[in-house]
């Protein structure tokens, strides 16, 4: 039992009593149990959970009772008094507050139609209510612009995610990522391939890999830098970045020649293998090397070990999807796995059947009428995912193309320092006439917003949470809101009931509870009961699900694409004009596809490499998290770091034909020589003075992008390294 009642009597009896309580961790939507202590209402310290699923305390976690009681916190709804980007705002109610956002967007649909309104969400947006009832099952869209009449809902999903998760293996398999499960602890080899999955939140997987490697499992890391997965595995595989697709290329060229891939299942089960055989021709060996800088005799031996030690299994995620290739890079190498026979089978790639779930969301239609922004120049983007592509956000408003937008509504994003090219997203906000920021603290995007709403952690809020496996929680509130900040679903339902369709969410946190466990109430009844959570019954698992007729719809053998196969020509990006083959396109503004560029910024340039103690542009204002690494850094070779005269912990200026940003060097032998690795996250208002003026994205391209999922490219451009005058001259 802990205090519950804000009674002042009771409170004052209480004080000092510090009560213990299994629940689960605030910070991030991870879910990982913990144990809080909470003194007088509020939370004083946080333990990992013990002896229970899923029990978990990383070092963000750790830094819960400073992330909650954050000076920093939006206490109320700000409203600006000054202009755009000057940073005067005034608090207000959340009646007015809301009443300024719900007349202005009422305003914008009789001008301009309501089209003109668009959504954003991010990071911050990832919470499994606030996923379930408005972001639909790939969390890619805020439907609360859905029932207004606009298709304009757009998310992190135009940067992260949707490349590696959807558009390559629907291509190919048909099947989201979220369905391909690594099944490590069969596995014979562990090939994890532009991931550092230490940084999940929660890192399961990593604990998982450990343990098999602790098994004697062969890990073998596929990464430009010695991540900390690199460091700990048997094999780094050292890639030039952006290169992967040519090396897949490569090793299934060698898997080819040498007769080593699953000829049955490459009959029975895949489309193309004769058009993709000659395609790889010309990636030999001696090719591969020239262009992966990965020597032909290691590209040799991985193909020979991914087709010979089965079952091999792969993890990969975000160092893939950055590049001008990137979906068919990661198609390249789902093929690989696919054809040496190590889909779907133990110890393999294998595929999970997506879980039913016991919840009854509203059934929010897309609007009919235009496509959204992005719709059209990445038409397999918009059908795959249903939403508008945010890269294509500040023309819609800078040139009204398609047709123009005039309001946005940020909910848990921090725009301004995770797209490329900022100044051109602010210039955007600059024009907009509503903007609407819903963050737990004020961000850059926030300095051009009309209305700031604040939102809790999920420390604050009544919810569920649900885990790979089967295994379900409630979400039990450990304190009560901070300052007026409110749950994020709840302030998008208040929303939508002031828009005049507040039935499509759920309007209290009971309700949520009651909706979301509406097909099985018995759930709900036995998870209040449960002191922790309880264990829905598990399937025992299948393999070769393709042969049972347990992948598609209709009950047929085989895959869920249209041909029924693995697609190594892929119809469906045929079908929206893109290459069907894996064709590996070279980093174009790298040393072989902009040879003027790289004589001036010899380096390559790699960005956003996670910290453990950040999260994007998370917590560099919190003390103990800005302590692990209070400057943020540029990794360099201490051969380029010697001809260049730089130091261990110097000042910096890193220079891209876009501009320029002071970073901090770290010399280590973690990178390559020639090639560079800069964090992200710097950028925002609230961060301490290195970080703030440390935005990487002042580097990166806004127009240089992968064309079938317009992801920039964050992983293989140019720049150059000097070190920096003593108040140097650089751009905040
Ligand atoms: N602590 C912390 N955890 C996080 C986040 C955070 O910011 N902080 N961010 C969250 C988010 S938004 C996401 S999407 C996930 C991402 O999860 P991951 O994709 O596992 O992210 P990273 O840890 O950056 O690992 C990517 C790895 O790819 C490598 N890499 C980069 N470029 C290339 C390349 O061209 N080829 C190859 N082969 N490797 C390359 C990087 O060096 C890095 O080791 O992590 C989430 N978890
Ligand atoms: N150069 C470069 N740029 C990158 C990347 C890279 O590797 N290199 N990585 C990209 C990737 S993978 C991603 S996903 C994006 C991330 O882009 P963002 O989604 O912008 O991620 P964050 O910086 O974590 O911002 C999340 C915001 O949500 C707020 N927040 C946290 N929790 C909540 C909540 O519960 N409710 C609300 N309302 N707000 C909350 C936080 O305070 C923060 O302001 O960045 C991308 N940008
Ligand atoms: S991964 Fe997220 S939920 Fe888990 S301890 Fe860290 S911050 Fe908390
Ligand atoms: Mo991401």
Redesign the pocket.
Known sequence: MYLETTDPQIRKEWSGVRVKKNVLCGV??GGCAIEAEVEEGKLAAVHPGKNVPFGNLCVRGKAAPEIVYSPDRLHKPLLRTGERGEGKFRQASWDEALDVVVSKMEELKNCYGPQSMASH?????F?QS?GDFCNGADLVALKLLWPFGSPNTAS?GS???VSYGMLAPITTFGIPATSLLPDFENSNLIVVWGANPITDSPPFLFKRIVEAQKQGKKVIAIDHMKSDIAQRADQWIAVRSGTDGALALGLIHIIIEEGLYDREFVHHWTVGFEELKDYVKKFTPEEVERITWVPQEQVISLAREIAQVRPATLRTY?GL??SNSGVQNIRAAFILWAITGNLDVPGGLTIGLPPRLPMEGADIPLPSGPLPFGGEKYPLFYALTGSAHFMEFPRAVLEGKPYPVKGLLI?????L????QPGIFEEAYRNLELLVV????F?R?ALFADVV?P????FEINSYQRYPGGYVRLRRKVVEPVGEAKN?LLIIAELAKRLGFGECFPQSEEELLEKAFAKDPNLLQQLRESKDGVQTPKQPPKFRKYEAGLLRKDGLPGFPTPSGKVELVSALLTKHGYDGLPVYVDPVEGPQGAADTYGKYPLILN???RIPST????HLNIPSLVKLQNKPQVLIHPKDAAVRGIHDGDKVVIKTIRGEVLFWAQVTEKVLPGAVE?N??GG?PVQVKEWREGN??F??DFDNRDPISGF?I??ALLCEVEKAKENGAFRE
């Open positions: 991030c939507p969400s991010g990071r911050g947006a919470e606030l992190d940067l992260c995610y975000t999807e950055y909910n848990g994003a921090s725009t320092t995770s797209y490329p819903i963050d737990r603290f961000t995007d709403l939102a809790t952690t999920y994020d960005t956003g490499a999260f994007r542009s998370q800069v992200q996250g925002s990487v994205n580097l990166t920039p964050f992983k």
